[in-house]
């Protein structure tokens, strides 16, 4: 019987703590538009997310070496 707190449970929500992606809305690749998904792609990278991060503007471009 498991009591809600068993390792199994939290397995099943385990993707939401430890996404293998991760997609980035409203980001621009002009150097100059500071805002908030560079800022996030930005901080990811430099933590050591090892996943695929997909950055998504209408601008196109690329960022960080990622295309839009």
């Known amino acids: 019987m498991q009591d809600g707190n ?3 449970d939290l397995s099943t929500i385990d993707y939401l703590f430890r996404p293998r992606s991760l997609a980035v809305a409203g980001v621009s690749g002009d ?3 500071i805002n908030a998904g560079r800022m996030f792609i930005q901080t990811h990278i430099g933590a050591g997310y090892k996943g695929k991060i997909y950055p998504v503007g209408s601008s196109g471009g690329k960022i960080f070496g990622l295309k839009i």
């Open 6 to 8: 068993s390792r199994d």
């Open 31 to 33: 150097v100059t538009n």
